[in-house]
């Protein structure tokens, strides 16, 4: 299984951030499995910001939730996230990330993107 982040390395204050994982050797609509994305900040830790279910569910990091979408296109086998007015506190390194069975533990991971907020 291999992921593959994709999307714009800058992005202006208060617009939309968006990201897309291509998910490849494995289905997204495959039961049990749950993808998410994550950030990490610059000196800073891992953040979880949500996922995408096999099913079509959705959840998301309760700080992040009101500007947090996730949706998903199964004919292309891709993910994607969504963070409306994003402030340069947003800048980090965003993965996408598969969990099985929802135990919040990755087995696999994109290389990462960096997302950059800033005039």
């Known amino acids: 299984v291999q992921l593959q982040e994709s999307g714009p390395g800058l992005v202006k204050p208060s617009q939309t951030l968006s990201l897309t994982c291509t998910v490849s050797?494995?289905?997204?609509?495959?039961?049990?499995?749950?993808w998410s994305w994550i950030r990490q900040p610059p000196g800073k830790g891992l953040e979880w910001i949500g996922y995408m279910a096999y099913s079509g569910s959705t959840d998301y990091s309760p700080s992040l939730k009101s500007r947090t979408s996730i949706s998903r296109d199964t004919s292309k086998n891709q993910f994607t996230l969504q963070l409306t007015s994003v402030t340069p506190e947003r800048t980090a390194v965003y993965y996408c990330?598969?969990?099985?069975?929802?135990?919040?533990?990755?087995?696999?991971w994109g290389q990462g993107t960096q997302v950059t907020v800033s005039v």
């Open positions: 990330a598969r969990d099985e069975g929802l135990g919040y533990s990755y087995d696999y």
């Open positions: 050797g494995g289905s997204i609509t495959t039961e049990h499995y749950y």
